[in-house]
Every structure is written in structure tokens, then in C-alpha cells.
């Protein structure tokens, strides 16, 4: 498999920044002017009208929106990025996350409100470190928040925690879901009722660690020329708690029907799988991570399978790019994070603008950054 490490983008957004340094301080030397990138790189260096929206939340970072709109309201779902300082590796443990905020509007364009806590890693009996993605859910009174984290053996496993309320505080069951694994849950609640997890995320989300069905502590790829790894799709019980069936596969092809392959970094799965229904169809999109784009593929059902379509989200400033899409009052919201506020890759803030379709169904690429 084409290792794109995780320090090649930013190698490239400091050489893009050495380059804005350079035409801004004219009498700088070649040596002072990294230093000034470097610097640069690690504030806010670039200007407001590079991007194509502004931070949602400023006093806090946050990472991995997972927007819903509950009793006409959209509430939003996010990591809560500190700085632990942890060294940036490919593992991905510089994301060292430790509790939950949710938050909400009232409508697309209303302030936005912060409830706090909702989830801390203190109160999950088995979890060890790194709450990463979360997702939630609403079934029958009850709200489901679905999260990735660290057990205390260091193995990503997805758990779920319940409130009575959108905002929590969530009650975390006492072991991880059953059948699940790796990173990025992901819940769709079908027009019939009918809900789906899917999850997933390769390097350090340790999806290429459960190829057997049983955890191992080395990594394996299939070769470049077979079909990549995919993220994981499951059928939630009643309860909303528990995987009923088999998970399968979530079969991801290109317009010929053949599956996306290990070496196309472009188009494969990497992590942030997202599902949405528009008109009748199924949208599976995720993010590409070493090429940083999230794609999107389209198919009949919600297990798929789905064939590849395009680009929805370009690069975004920082190594990850995640998001979720919504409907509210009859538009459509893509809401994603960069790293605006910080120039750090796992310090980010979430951010939201609008997403819209062709005529055909596809879906308009959005540039979010033009650094
Ligand atoms: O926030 C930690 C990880 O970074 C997420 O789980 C991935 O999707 C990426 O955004």
C-alpha cells in the first residue's frame, strides 16, 4: 500500500506558507523565512477570505461534526480536540481526546450554544484513551450517543451511552457493542425506521488489524491491485444498542462495478464514513485520508453497493478532513472542520456551509480553503 505520511501535507501547507512569508517579508533570508513558515504555521496565519466559511465554536476545539436535526433543531455531535501534548505520529495519537460537548442551533443561521460536557472518558468503565468521532441517534424517547475509543488495551472499540435528552449527559453501557471495532461510527435512521451503523478507519483507526475477525497486533493490507479495505456496515437492533446480523462489507465500486482498489489513494476508503438519503438514493461519503478529500458513492440500498461518484469536499486546511451532511428546511448543510483557529492538525474547529445537488443527483464539489 502508497504510505502518504501523515507529516506530507504538512510539509506542503509549510512550504505553502513559506512561500506567503517569503512574498510578504521581502528582506527575509531563505533560513529566517522557514522559521517565520514554521512559526506561522503554528497560529493563525492564513487570511479570513481563504476560507470559505468561519469557525462555528472559537473557545474550544472541535473536530468531526456529526450534525442532526432533532425537534426541528440541528445539534452537533463533535470531537473535543485538546492539546495533550502528544508527538504527531501516522497512529494518529496526537488525537488524545477526553470528553464530549454537544451543541446546538436553532436553525442554520442562529448563534450556536454549547451544553457543555456530555460525555467524559472518566465515567466509561472500559475505555483507555483517544475519544475519537462520535455520532448519535434518536429512537422512541431515547437519545443514542455512538462513540470510538481506546480500550485499556489499546484497541479501538465503539461504544454507546444514552440521556433522555439531546444534550445529555449521556450514561455509557458498561462494555463496547458487540460486533463492532475500529473507529468513525456513523448511524442512519432509514425513512422506514430501519437503523444502520457503519464504521471504520484504516491506519490509525486499526481497521487493517481485524481482517479475521479477531484483533491482531500487526498491520495488514491487501496488495495494491486488490480490493481495498472498506468500512463496516451493521443493521442496529431495536434497542438501538446492538448490531443484529452480520456486519458486512460496504462494497464501494467504480462506474464499471469493480471494486475501488488498495493503490487508488485518490478514491478508497480511509475513515469518516457518512451515509444520507437524497431522492430516493443512498450516499455513502467518506473521507480519502493520505489524499484528504471526502468522496461520496451512491447506490439503491443502504448496505450497498455503492459506486464511486467524485469529490464532495476538497483538502481542507489540516491532515483530516470529516464530515456530515443535513437537511434543514428543505437545504442542504455540509458541515466539516479544519484547523483555521490553531494552524495545528489536531487542534480544529467545526465549521458548516451549504451543499447542493445537480439536476442528476450529483453533488456540487466544494472548495472550503484555497490556501
Ligand atoms: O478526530 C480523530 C480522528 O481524526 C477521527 O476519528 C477521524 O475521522 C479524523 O477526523
Not at 192 to 220: C, P
Not at 310 to 326: C, E, R
Amino acid at each position: 500500500m502508497k504510505k502518504h505520511s501523515f507529516f506530507r501535507k504538512t510539509v506542503f501547507a509549510l512550504m505553502a506558507t513559506t512561500a506567503l512569508a517569503t512574498a510578504c517579508q521581502s528582506n527575509t533570508s531563505a533560513g529566517e523565512g522557514e522559521e517565520t513558515a514554521t512559526a506561522s504555521a503554528d497560529s493563525t496565519a492564513t487570511a479570513d477570505q481563504n476560507y470559505l466559511s468561519q469557525p462555528l465554536v472559537t473557545d474550544i476545539y472541535t473536530a468531526d461534526p456529526s450534525a442532526h436535526v432533532f425537534n426541528g433543531k440541528i445539534y452537533i455531535y463533535p470531537s473535543h480536540d485538546i492539546d495533550a501534548n502528544v508527538p504527531e505520529k501516522d497512529d494518529g495519537s496526537h488525537f488524545a481526546m477526553k470528553d464530549y460537548h454537544v451543541f446546538s442551533m436553532d436553525n442554520p443561521d442562529a448563534k450556536i450554544v454549547d451544553h457543555g460536557v456530555a460525555l467524559d472518558i472518566q465515567d466509561i468503565p472500559w475505555a483507555g484513551r483517544q475519544l475519537w468521532a462520535p455520532d448519535a441517534a434518536f429512537k422512541d424517547g431515547t437519545y443514542y450517543l455512538y462513540f470510538p475509543v481506546k480500550d485499556k488495551e489499546d484497541v479501538f472499540r465503539i461504544g454507546v451511552a444514552t440521556s433522555s435528552s439531546p444534550t445529555g449527559p449521556f450514561k455509557p453501557q458498561p462494555q463496547p457493542m458487540d460486533k463492532t471495532f475500529s473507529i468513525d461510527p456513523a448511524v442512519f435512521v432509514d425513512t422506514d425506521g430501519s437503523a444502520y451503523m457503519y464504521f471504520g478507519g484504516i491506519w490509525g483507526g486499526q481497521l487493517q488489524r481485524w481482517s479475521t475477525g479477531t484483533y491482531k497486533t500487526s498491520d495488514e493490507y491487501p496488495a495494491d491491485d486488490q480490493p481495498a479495505l472498506t468500512a463496516k456496515v451493521g443493521r442496529l437492533s431495536s434497542d438501538m444498542t446492538s448490531i443484529s446480523g452480520d456486519v458486512q462489507n460496504v462494497q464501494i465500486v467504480d462506474q464499471d462495478g469493480k471494486p475501488l482498489l488498495t493503490g487508488d489513494n485518490e478514491r478508497r476508503f480511509f475513515e469518516a464514513p457518512f451515509m444520507h438519503k437524497y431522492n430516493g438514493k443512498y450516499y455513502f461519503s467518506y473521507s480519502t485520508g493520505d489524499t484528504h478529500n471526502i468522496v461520496y458513492a451512491i447506490g439503491d440500498s443502504p448496505t450497498g453497493p455503492f459506486t464511486y461518484q467524485g469529490v464532495l469536499l476538497k483538502p481542507v486546511q489540516g491532515w483530516t478532513n470529516h464530515h456530515s451532511i443535513i437537511e434543514y428546511d428543505g437545504k442542504w448543510y455540509l458541515f466539516y472542520h479544519d484547523t483555521q483557529l490553531s494552524g495545528k492538525t489536531h487542534l480544529r474547529n467545526i465549521k458548516m456551509t451549504e451543499l447542493k445537488y445537480n439536476p442528476d443527483g450529483t453533488i456540487q464539489t466544494i472548495t472550503a480553503y484555497n490556501g
